[in-house]
């Protein structure tokens, strides 16, 4: 790993204290580095402001001069009523380096901020952990690139894959630690969709039950043709209609058919499996995902990350 | 790891050698050590004779007297018409000292082999790597305590458990690596078991088709109250009718409704679990395993070994 790739890992933890509180705008880490030492960090406050190089440079303030700036998304070359563009900023601080991991998929910008410090005479280089900083700000491309939320279905499952047993009931499958797991989860997204089935025979919280982030729970969203949400929650009459919705990170917790919905439809981008070490047998699984052959299952789904949780385990998977 | 622990891996890893070829005695592994060098190194041969000890001494010959011998079962006390008891071996051959990792608990040994080796002055040590000695003779040890075959049930799944599409189809779920690693563990069993359904479905011929082990073919067995086995074959009515079976390792091939039967019963010591990263939906899962309450089925399995196999990952659990 190069110098570059280990301060953009700065970055990019940094970056991803924001996510899921900062739509419309990316989550984005940004670090001033000076002979080896960080002298400035910051990143997207939520909301979308100030930008994570704002609150960097604020931070490293005369420091910044002959700095180099790792930053996980270009910085913008637009100015907003909200704030000044965060090239103009880098410029004028007399940083001497800019790094970015990305390009700038907006109009406004990709590629227009790295030009303008370039052409302020500043050495600029993107493409650092590109992947990893995607991750960071999937909802923002997806919202970008198509036009609708970036969405995870969780699915806590036993062995044998199912989400309850044959009568409904499923609690619990997991164990604590899982759950807690979710918890966090929920905190770095910005919508919770629910079906009404799970709705009507749970009435479930979908609130962020961890300390310190109690108050980074997301909007609530029932998916429903018919049965009133209640009050204070969106409501979706279908898969497609999540476009309309207000955020960029979608995240479906259930139930099976709500699942098999998203599924059918093509609009899961990662899933979250919590796996307990269980057999129910005759067990609720996943209804329909309109799968027509097993030959067109295969390679949709990569293994992003694994993790155990108390005795359960968590897979991570995005599109391969 | 003590040099003793080093050791007996290397005596571990060749009673690996013997899984599944051996019934009805136990696959044993024994390595002679004389200044840190190995002189002798021998493994139960098919059939259950020789003994490892007899082959390990004829190959150190002079070289065991002052050796240490490392053997992953406490040697044997009793003669037999198939040959001389281990025990007397190693005390004719000079040996100085002899670690075992287990006791041998058929009463015609159980402790006796080591009684009689320190009567001949030979420093005797057990309980060195116990538990991985066990789970190189679970067929021997579950014949000896519960009178029946030890039971893995192998179950090809998808991400949501899906043995099969709703209809029945089920070629391939998992990759070639994961099925030649089947056909490794079928190489490692006496007896090999599906059911009516799957034989009428399938007519699956169970062999072993890896190169070099294609003669370890397991002894074909049909769950089946009626239906007529094919030549070969052997029949069992029920679950608890395995007691009868000539073998000591059971491998439950399929399909679910078999598995469900077995795991009712309580008979699976073993799971062997091939997940593939495909979602099925509406799928085809294990049935009925007379589950009552979601409680009932926590802390009944323990992961004992995952890797993985292509795309696929192989997940080994056993009881906990």
């Known amino acids: 790993m190069t110098d570059d790739e280990r301060w953009m890992g700065a970055a990019l933890a940094l970056a991803s204290r924001g996510v899921g509180r900062t739509s419309p705008n990316p989550s984005v880490g940004c670090v001033i580095v000076k002979d080896g030492r960080v002298v400035g960090r910051g990143w997207t406050q939520p909301g979308g402001r100030p930008h ?114 044959g009568d409904g009931r499923s609690q619990w499958i997991t164990g604590a630690e899982a759950r807690a797991h979710t918890h966090l989860e929920r905190s770095r997204h910005d919508l919770i969709l629910v079906g009404a089935g799970t709705l009507a025979a749970d009435t479930p919280r979908l609130d962020v039950r961890l300390l310190g982030v109690e108050d980074r729970a997301p909007r609530r969203v029932l998916l429903s043709r018919g049965l009133d949400a209640p009050d204070g929650w969106l409501t979706v009459r279908d898969p497609a209609s999540i476009a309309e919705l207000p955020g960029d990170l979608l995240l479906i917790e259930g139930g099976a058919v709500a699942a098999a919905a998203f599924l059918a439809a093509g609009l899961v981008d990662r899933l979250l499996i919590y796996r307990a070490p269980i057999l129910i047998g005759a067990a609720r699984t996943l209804g329909d995902i309109g799968l027509r052959d097993l030959g067109q299952a295969h390679g949709r789904w990569r293994l992003s990350d694994r993790r155990t949780l108390g005795v359960d385990t968590l897979e991570v998977y995005g599109r391969a």
Chains 1, 2 share one sequence.
């Open 52 to 165: 994570a190089e704002a609150m960097a440079l604020a931070m490293a303030r005369d420091a910044a001069s002959g700095a180099t700036a790792y930053v996980t998304l270009e910085p913008c070359a637009h100015r907003s009523v909200r704030g000044p563009a965060c090239a103009d900023l880098l410029a004028e601080s007399g940083i001497a380096r800019v790094v970015a991991a990305i390009r700038d998929p907006d109009p406004r910008t990709d590629g227009a901020g790295l030009a303008r410090l370039a052409a302020a005479g500043i050495e600029t280089c993107c493409n650092v952990r590109a992947a990893e900083a995607r991750d960071t700000m999937a909802g923002f491309l997806t919202r970008r690139t198509q036009d609708r939320p970036h969405v995870t279905l969780k699915l806590a499952l036993s062995l044998d894959g199912g989400v309850a047993m």
